[in-house]
Protein backbone atom coordinates (compact mmCIF):
# COMPACT_ATOMS: atom_id res chain seq x y z
CA UNK A 1 0.00 0.00 0.00
CA UNK A 2 1.40 3.80 -1.27
CA UNK A 3 1.41 6.28 1.63
CA UNK A 4 2.17 9.96 0.29
CA UNK A 5 2.63 12.89 2.43
CA UNK A 6 2.10 16.16 0.94
CA UNK A 7 3.51 19.33 2.59
CA UNK A 8 3.00 23.07 2.56
CA UNK A 9 6.53 23.61 2.40
CA UNK A 10 9.65 21.44 3.52
CA UNK A 11 9.32 19.95 6.50
CA UNK A 12 11.90 20.88 8.84
CA UNK A 13 13.14 21.79 12.82
CA UNK A 14 13.93 24.91 12.23
CA UNK A 15 11.13 26.71 10.87
CA UNK A 16 7.98 27.45 12.35
CA UNK A 17 5.74 24.65 14.04
CA UNK A 18 3.55 24.01 10.56
CA UNK A 19 6.83 22.52 8.99
CA UNK A 20 7.81 20.64 12.30
CA UNK A 21 4.77 18.57 12.81
CA UNK A 22 5.15 16.20 9.69
CA UNK A 23 8.66 15.16 10.49
CA UNK A 24 6.72 13.41 13.62
CA UNK A 25 4.93 11.39 10.77
CA UNK A 26 8.05 10.82 8.72
CA UNK A 27 10.45 9.55 11.57
CA UNK A 28 7.43 7.14 12.34
CA UNK A 29 7.39 5.88 8.81
CA UNK A 30 11.46 5.60 9.16
CA UNK A 31 11.55 3.39 12.70
CA UNK A 32 8.84 1.62 11.28
CA UNK A 33 10.44 0.80 8.18
CA UNK A 34 7.42 1.61 6.39
CA UNK A 35 7.86 3.09 2.75
CA UNK A 36 6.49 6.10 1.89
CA UNK A 37 6.80 8.95 -0.80
CA UNK A 38 7.37 12.52 0.00
CA UNK A 39 5.80 15.81 -2.00
CA UNK A 40 6.36 19.29 -0.68
CA UNK A 41 5.28 22.02 -2.06
CA UNK A 42 7.83 25.16 -2.20
CA UNK A 43 6.62 28.13 -1.11
CA UNK A 44 8.34 31.31 -1.58
CA UNK A 45 5.89 33.36 0.83
CA UNK A 46 5.88 30.71 3.02
CA UNK A 47 9.31 29.78 4.09
CA UNK A 48 9.55 31.23 7.58
CA UNK A 49 13.65 29.59 8.31
CA UNK A 50 16.60 31.75 6.94
CA UNK A 51 17.79 28.21 5.50
CA UNK A 52 17.35 27.52 1.77
CA UNK A 53 15.65 25.05 0.05
CA UNK A 54 18.58 22.99 -1.31
CA UNK A 55 19.97 22.85 2.78
CA UNK A 56 16.10 21.59 3.70
CA UNK A 57 16.49 19.33 0.83
CA UNK A 58 19.47 17.75 1.42
CA UNK A 59 18.19 16.67 4.68
CA UNK A 60 15.07 14.83 4.34
CA UNK A 61 16.86 12.77 1.33
CA UNK A 62 20.10 11.92 4.14
CA UNK A 63 17.78 11.33 7.11
CA UNK A 64 15.44 8.88 5.73
CA UNK A 65 16.28 5.88 3.92
CA UNK A 66 12.52 4.33 3.31
CA UNK A 67 11.34 7.61 1.53
CA UNK A 68 10.51 6.33 -1.70
CA UNK A 69 10.02 9.59 -3.78
CA UNK A 70 10.62 13.01 -2.71
CA UNK A 71 9.97 15.68 -5.10
CA UNK A 72 9.63 19.21 -4.10
CA UNK A 73 7.30 21.57 -6.81
CA UNK A 74 8.06 25.67 -6.75
CA UNK A 75 4.69 27.74 -6.30
CA UNK A 76 5.40 31.27 -6.43
CA UNK A 77 2.48 34.09 -7.07
CA UNK A 78 3.63 36.96 -9.21
CA UNK A 79 1.84 40.64 -9.29
CA UNK A 80 -0.48 39.70 -12.45
CA UNK A 81 -1.48 36.12 -10.36
CA UNK A 82 -2.21 37.93 -7.17
CA UNK A 83 -4.54 40.68 -9.29
CA UNK A 84 -6.39 38.04 -10.95
CA UNK A 85 -6.87 36.47 -7.84
CA UNK A 86 -8.44 39.03 -6.11
CA UNK A 87 -11.32 39.43 -8.81
CA UNK A 88 -11.50 35.47 -9.00
CA UNK A 89 -12.02 35.38 -5.93
CA UNK A 90 -15.37 37.50 -5.51
CA UNK A 91 -16.74 35.14 -8.85
CA UNK A 92 -15.81 31.38 -7.62
CA UNK A 93 -15.25 29.28 -4.68
CA UNK A 94 -12.68 26.98 -6.91
CA UNK A 95 -9.87 26.46 -4.63
CA UNK A 96 -7.75 26.63 -6.71
CA UNK A 97 -7.70 30.67 -6.35
CA UNK A 98 -7.09 30.70 -2.48
CA UNK A 99 -4.59 28.00 -2.29
CA UNK A 100 -2.30 27.08 -5.18
CA UNK A 101 -3.36 27.24 -8.47
CA UNK A 102 -4.35 25.09 -11.19
CA UNK A 103 -0.92 24.40 -12.12
CA UNK A 104 0.04 22.85 -8.44
CA UNK A 105 -2.93 20.84 -8.51
CA UNK A 106 -3.05 19.23 -11.18
CA UNK A 107 0.93 18.35 -11.28
CA UNK A 108 0.76 16.73 -7.73
CA UNK A 109 -2.65 15.04 -8.32
CA UNK A 110 -1.02 13.47 -11.31
CA UNK A 111 2.07 12.24 -9.79
CA UNK A 112 0.03 11.11 -6.61
CA UNK A 113 -2.44 8.99 -9.03
CA UNK A 114 0.63 7.59 -11.12
CA UNK A 115 2.28 6.44 -7.98
CA UNK A 116 -0.35 4.64 -7.54
CA UNK A 117 -1.37 6.18 -3.78
CA UNK A 118 -4.00 4.71 -1.46
CA UNK A 119 -3.41 7.02 1.46
CA UNK A 120 -2.54 10.47 1.36
CA UNK A 121 -1.57 12.53 4.72
CA UNK A 122 -1.83 16.63 3.80
CA UNK A 123 -0.98 19.24 6.01
CA UNK A 124 -2.78 21.97 6.08
CA UNK A 125 -5.11 23.31 3.33
CA UNK A 126 -2.79 23.78 0.05
CA UNK A 127 -2.39 20.04 -0.22
CA UNK A 128 -5.64 19.45 1.00
CA UNK A 129 -7.38 21.57 -1.20
CA UNK A 130 -6.12 19.27 -4.34
CA UNK A 131 -7.85 16.29 -3.12
CA UNK A 132 -11.22 18.23 -2.92
CA UNK A 133 -12.92 16.01 -5.62
CA UNK A 134 -10.94 12.62 -5.43
CA UNK A 135 -13.16 9.85 -4.18
CA UNK A 136 -11.06 6.76 -4.97
CA UNK A 137 -8.23 7.92 -2.55
CA UNK A 138 -7.92 7.82 1.66
CA UNK A 139 -7.50 11.41 2.30
CA UNK A 140 -6.78 12.12 5.74
CA UNK A 141 -5.63 16.03 6.65
CA UNK A 142 -3.62 17.63 9.28
CA UNK A 143 -4.81 21.20 9.60
CA UNK A 144 -4.29 23.98 11.91
CA UNK A 145 -5.75 27.63 13.06
CA UNK A 146 -8.66 28.27 11.47
CA UNK A 147 -8.18 30.68 8.60
CA UNK A 148 -10.95 32.86 9.74
CA UNK A 149 -9.70 34.21 13.00
CA UNK A 150 -5.86 34.29 10.75
CA UNK A 151 -7.72 36.54 8.84
CA UNK A 152 -9.65 38.62 11.11
CA UNK A 153 -6.13 39.60 12.24
CA UNK A 154 -4.69 40.72 9.19
CA UNK A 155 -7.40 43.12 8.20
CA UNK A 156 -6.69 44.83 11.90
CA UNK A 157 -3.11 44.43 11.35
CA UNK A 158 -3.54 46.23 7.76
CA UNK A 159 -6.35 48.89 8.45
CA UNK A 160 -3.73 50.12 10.99
CA UNK A 161 -1.29 51.76 8.01
CA UNK A 162 -4.49 53.69 6.39
CA UNK A 163 -3.13 53.76 2.89
CA UNK A 164 -4.64 52.34 -0.58
CA UNK A 165 -2.86 49.34 -0.75
CA UNK A 166 -3.23 47.95 2.44
CA UNK A 167 -6.96 48.66 2.36
CA UNK A 168 -7.50 46.49 -0.86
CA UNK A 169 -5.00 43.32 0.96
CA UNK A 170 -7.78 44.27 3.96
CA UNK A 171 -10.49 43.32 1.47
CA UNK A 172 -8.81 40.57 -0.38
CA UNK A 173 -8.58 38.80 3.42
CA UNK A 174 -12.44 39.90 3.87
CA UNK A 175 -12.89 38.31 0.52
CA UNK A 176 -11.29 35.03 2.03
CA UNK A 177 -13.66 35.39 5.43
CA UNK A 178 -16.53 35.70 3.27
CA UNK A 179 -15.69 32.28 1.49
CA UNK A 180 -14.05 30.17 3.86
CA UNK A 181 -16.70 27.79 4.92
CA UNK A 182 -17.72 26.73 1.65
CA UNK A 183 -13.82 26.55 0.45
CA UNK A 184 -13.17 24.00 3.63
CA UNK A 185 -16.70 22.24 3.04
CA UNK A 186 -15.01 20.74 -0.33
CA UNK A 187 -12.06 19.09 1.59
CA UNK A 188 -12.89 18.67 5.04
CA UNK A 189 -16.30 16.27 3.77
CA UNK A 190 -14.53 14.42 1.17
CA UNK A 191 -11.47 12.98 3.42
CA UNK A 192 -11.69 10.04 6.15
CA UNK A 193 -10.41 11.91 8.81
CA UNK A 194 -9.61 15.65 9.33
CA UNK A 195 -6.72 16.44 12.32
CA UNK A 196 -7.29 19.35 13.88
CA UNK A 197 -4.14 21.25 15.97
CA UNK A 198 -5.99 24.00 16.94
CA UNK A 199 -8.88 24.03 19.09
CA UNK A 200 -10.96 27.31 17.58
CA UNK A 201 -10.89 25.15 14.79
CA UNK A 202 -12.27 21.94 15.80
CA UNK A 203 -14.73 24.38 17.13
CA UNK A 204 -15.85 25.61 14.75
CA UNK A 205 -16.45 22.53 12.17
CA UNK A 206 -16.84 19.85 14.93
CA UNK A 207 -20.91 19.93 15.13
CA UNK A 208 -20.95 19.67 11.26
CA UNK A 209 -18.83 16.87 10.30
CA UNK A 210 -17.97 13.57 11.76
CA UNK A 211 -14.87 13.07 10.58
CA UNK A 212 -13.39 15.10 12.92
CA UNK A 213 -10.83 14.74 15.62
CA UNK A 214 -8.78 17.24 18.16
CA UNK A 215 -5.44 16.36 18.23
CA UNK A 216 -3.54 19.22 19.66
CA UNK A 217 -0.38 20.70 18.34
CA UNK A 218 1.68 17.60 17.87
CA UNK A 219 5.17 19.20 17.96
CA UNK A 220 4.71 19.95 21.45
CA UNK A 221 7.17 18.40 24.10
CA UNK A 222 4.61 16.47 26.75
CA UNK A 223 7.53 15.45 28.78
CA UNK A 224 8.52 18.19 31.49
CA UNK A 225 11.90 19.27 31.13
CA UNK A 226 14.02 21.26 33.87
CA UNK A 227 13.46 24.60 33.47
CA UNK A 228 16.98 26.95 33.77
CA UNK A 229 16.22 29.10 36.51
CA UNK A 230 17.71 32.78 35.86
CA UNK A 231 17.99 35.26 38.58
CA UNK A 232 15.77 38.07 35.54
CA UNK A 233 12.57 35.90 34.22
CA UNK A 234 12.92 35.60 30.48
CA UNK A 235 9.36 36.38 28.76
CA UNK A 236 9.64 34.74 25.51
CA UNK A 237 7.41 35.58 21.75
CA UNK A 238 8.42 33.30 19.30
CA UNK A 239 6.76 33.28 15.50
CA UNK A 240 7.76 34.81 12.55
CA UNK A 241 7.44 38.63 13.02
CA UNK A 242 5.73 38.89 9.52
CA UNK A 243 2.95 36.46 10.62
CA UNK A 244 -0.51 37.50 11.18
CA UNK A 245 -0.19 36.45 15.05
CA UNK A 246 3.38 38.11 15.66
CA UNK A 247 2.35 41.29 14.42
CA UNK A 248 -1.12 41.32 16.63
CA UNK A 249 0.92 40.66 19.27
CA UNK A 250 3.92 43.15 19.07
CA UNK A 251 1.02 45.88 18.62
CA UNK A 252 -0.86 44.68 22.00
CA UNK A 253 2.69 44.29 23.49
CA UNK A 254 4.07 48.03 21.93
CA UNK A 255 0.14 49.70 22.52
CA UNK A 256 1.10 48.62 26.55
CA UNK A 257 5.06 49.46 26.70
CA UNK A 258 5.08 52.35 29.20
CA UNK A 259 2.60 50.48 31.33
CA UNK A 260 4.99 47.22 31.20
CA UNK A 261 8.13 49.52 31.86
CA UNK A 262 6.14 50.50 35.22
CA UNK A 263 6.11 46.69 35.92
CA UNK A 264 10.10 46.38 35.01
CA UNK A 265 10.86 49.13 37.21
CA UNK A 266 9.59 46.72 40.26
CA UNK A 267 10.00 43.73 39.10
CA UNK A 268 12.69 42.98 36.64
CA UNK A 269 12.64 40.83 33.33
CA UNK A 270 13.76 40.38 30.01
CA UNK A 271 11.21 39.91 26.60
CA UNK A 272 13.24 37.78 24.27
CA UNK A 273 11.08 38.69 20.83
CA UNK A 274 12.30 35.55 18.49
CA UNK A 275 11.69 34.51 15.14
CA UNK A 276 12.30 35.73 11.14
CA UNK A 277 11.55 39.62 9.61
CA UNK A 278 12.33 42.56 11.17
CA UNK A 279 9.70 44.42 13.27
CA UNK A 280 8.10 47.37 12.07
CA UNK A 281 9.75 50.80 12.73
CA UNK A 282 7.06 52.21 14.40
CA UNK A 283 6.47 48.94 17.14
CA UNK A 284 10.64 48.71 17.28
CA UNK A 285 10.78 52.68 18.47
CA UNK A 286 7.70 51.80 21.12
CA UNK A 287 9.72 49.09 22.24
CA UNK A 288 12.65 51.26 22.34
CA UNK A 289 13.49 49.81 26.44
CA UNK A 290 16.22 47.79 28.10
CA UNK A 291 14.12 44.92 28.83
CA UNK A 292 12.90 44.21 24.93
CA UNK A 293 15.42 42.05 22.67
CA UNK A 294 14.97 41.44 19.08
CA UNK A 295 16.99 38.19 18.71
CA UNK A 296 15.57 37.28 14.90
CA UNK A 297 15.94 34.05 13.75
CA UNK A 298 17.47 31.53 15.45
CA UNK A 299 18.31 27.59 14.19
CA UNK A 300 17.56 25.38 17.56
CA UNK A 301 13.75 26.70 19.18
CA UNK A 302 14.10 24.03 22.19
CA UNK A 303 17.00 25.87 23.70
CA UNK A 304 14.99 28.88 23.62
CA UNK A 305 12.17 27.16 25.05
CA UNK A 306 14.51 25.48 27.40
CA UNK A 307 15.59 29.20 28.50
CA UNK A 308 12.27 31.02 28.97
CA UNK A 309 10.38 31.55 32.22
CA UNK A 310 7.85 32.30 30.67
CA UNK A 311 5.84 32.01 26.96
CA UNK A 312 3.54 34.86 25.92
CA UNK A 313 1.47 34.55 23.59
CA UNK A 314 -1.47 37.52 23.92
CA UNK A 315 -3.72 37.41 20.77
CA UNK A 316 -6.54 40.15 20.34
CA UNK A 317 -8.82 37.07 18.86
CA UNK A 318 -8.33 33.83 20.62
CA UNK A 319 -7.14 31.68 17.55
CA UNK A 320 -5.66 28.27 17.79
CA UNK A 321 -3.69 26.80 20.26
CA UNK A 322 -2.32 30.48 21.43
CA UNK A 323 -4.18 31.89 24.71
CA UNK A 324 -3.88 35.22 26.27
CA UNK A 325 -2.33 35.23 29.17
CA UNK A 326 -1.94 39.04 29.43
CA UNK A 327 -3.46 40.01 32.42
CA UNK A 328 -1.73 36.39 34.06
CA UNK A 329 1.41 37.02 32.98
CA UNK A 330 1.39 40.80 34.23
CA UNK A 331 0.45 39.81 37.85
CA UNK A 332 2.87 37.12 38.10
CA UNK A 333 5.77 40.02 37.50
CA UNK A 334 3.27 42.95 39.51
Not at 76 to 88: C, E, Q
Amino acid sequence: MKITIITHGIPNSHSEQANNDPLLFLNFFEKKKIKFDLISIWDYDYNTSKKGRKHQEKFIRNNFKHLQLFKVFSFRKDFFTRISRFFLRILTSNSQYFYGDKKIHRTVLELVKKRNSKIVLNFFELPASIFANEKEINIFNYLGVARRNSELLRVKNLLKKFDLLQFIKALNAAIYIWKMNTIYDKFLSNAKLNLFAAVDSYNLFKKRYKNIHFSGPLSNVREVKKKNEKKIPVVLMIGALNSNFMQDSLSMVADSAIKLNEIYKKKKFKLRIVGKSKPPNKIKKKLNFPWVEFAGWVENSEKEYQNASYLFCPNSISAGPRQNYWSQRLQKFA
